[in-house]
């Protein structure tokens, strides 16, 4: 059936549409949001550590060795367990991050990882790092000390991994 | 309240619009329209798509300036639509909230609904993802650290995202199968949330189509979409521009946190989810009656399958009948049945012309027989003493109708005006006196039981069985579609039969 507008439909019906197309038109696209100050930039921290066994390798008695399967003898048994990484870092003498990571997995056997970004100011920063895990052969330690000139339009990137730290990016 | 503030702005916009062109009684089928241009439009923008870290950007640029006569308008209204989209489909979800269209069957719409509503936001979201600018950029860092948040997560994401040197071409790959993934997900889950449902409209009325496409292509002339700078995770972002249709939580997920944030957001999906079952439990603390669902008798019932046609539901379907040899015959599934009636008006065999002392469905409500409906419409026009009688018939979910009972006037209220068999309008007018029949209950083009009104008018016109009969009947029966609050209209026509009444005389 032919719908014959009247004049007041017809104008209703334009504004209507006009609003839909304003409010569709600002909002996909504003207001914008402001992330960082222009004198900021990011520190984006990374860790992705294989970890350090915890416990040591004992070997199995003969009664021991007997009682497994064929498949599965052998003559030490190892644990599968790794050992939590404690990691600190600081910035211009100021902690920043602060944390114990704890391995992965429902047996504490696979990697160690985080992720975190801070927010650092332009200029010359002093950053400190260290990354201590405990095992049974001791303590295994990595550290990261240097002065690095921040760029505003550059983020800085701080990996840790089973060599350590490693800076890179903002050193224009 | 917010069923008042409902009310006040379809009435508002009835003013603008014809009934069935009123966005607000349309926003399902207008989500499912939009849906298709995003479609159309997106599978032109695959064509020309270039999946890789450094041809995506320049791509959709050059679609969207070397193509200027169409490409830019393609995408603009790929991108509008989309933005539209999001805007019917949370207005749908609260208008069916409000108006409580969850309960009893009509509770696996609802549910099924609940999903859609993370499958389009992923579409969108991806969508954005592949221009791969700096809002690009925004949604990995942010999408990352939104997912990074679930505790299944072992490695964060984010490192993907680390610098211009983690992201590779296969992260594209990736993208694109989610982009063209994750909404046909979505146009099943669209298909198994109309499952239980009939006649469903998935492209509104002319007028209202071709408003809806005009102004999305007038908007895209005048305000295209265009891309922000490109992406580059070398950089960091001091501010981006974003999507407020589907970005809107993003900026939370920085000032609360990605945990809180998707807590949040599960919170309240969850809570959306279970609505259904609140309303029940509440329900039945509240005493009201329990849901009616339609029962056959295979006596009465010739298998004519007209019931089984007109079910809004899908509760309905025929099978062999139980000792007519070469007959079908009804069976409804209760769990479908929300009890509207609708089915009883389809009804042939309540024709009370037959035998009115035994006017026997085939098809039937039992806790409101059509049967006992007409005995006490019989009554109540019996009592009317005056020349003139008028019958007005409407619905539960329509104007209160109590307050137009008069000394001419009667009025009966059913579930739904597709409950009146047009058998009955017949023998009112025709046995009974009735001089008029006024048909009322909801605004046309939202039938609570989303056809009733339609069926009801096509039974008028011989457009549907059962029909009415007698072209004088059909000359005594006038109808004013109002929804709730339409006193005024329902008072106007009821004068202006009485005016016309006394002009015959």
Partial sequence: MNQRLGRTQIIGQVIFYAIIMAVLGYFSSSPEITLQNNNDTSLKLIIRHSGRIEGKCEPLSKLEQDKLPTNMQRLVN??????????????????????????????????LADYSVFTLKAGTRHIVASAITNTHEGEFVDRYNAKIDVNPNHIVVLQLDDNGFNLNGNNE | MFTHILKTSERFLNHFFPSKWNPLYNLGTLSFYLFFIVLATGIYLFIFFETSVVHAYESVESITHEQFYIGSLIRSLHRYASSLMAVTVTLHLFRELILRRYVGARWFSWISGIPLLWLLFASAIGGYWLVWDTKAQYISLTTAALLDSLPIIVEPMAQGFVNNAAISDRFFSLLIFMHVGVPLALMLGMIIHIKRINNVRMIPSKGLAIGIVAALVILSILYPALSLQPADFDKPLKSVEIDWFYMNTYPLIQTLGPANVGLLLLGISGLLTIVPLI???????????????????????????????????????????????????????????VGCGICAGACPSVTPFKNFNEANSGIDIPEFKMSDFLLESKKKTSQIKSKNKILVVGCHHGTNLLQFESEDTTTESLECIGQLPPSYMDFLCRREGIDAVLLTGCASGDCYHRSGIEIQEERLVRLREPHVKYADVREKIAKVWTGSGGEKEIAAKIAEIKTQLETKA
């Fill in chain 1, 78 to 111: 190892c644990p599968r367990q790794k050992s939590p990484l404690k990691v600190i870092i600081s910035v211009d003498d100021e902690m920043i991050y602060n944390a114990t990571i704890k391995p992965s997995g429902i047996h504490d056997d696979g990697v």
């Fill in chain 2, 279 to 337: 309303s029940y439990f509440l329900e039945k603390k509240r005493l009201e009656p329990e849901q009616h669902i339609a029962v056959v008798d295979p006596e009465f019932c010739n298998g004519c399958g007209w019931c089984f046609a007109d079910c809004p539901y899908e509760a309905i379907y025929m099978k062999p009948h139980d000792f007519r040899k070469n007959h079908e015959q009804a069976v409804v599934i209760n769990d479908y049945c």
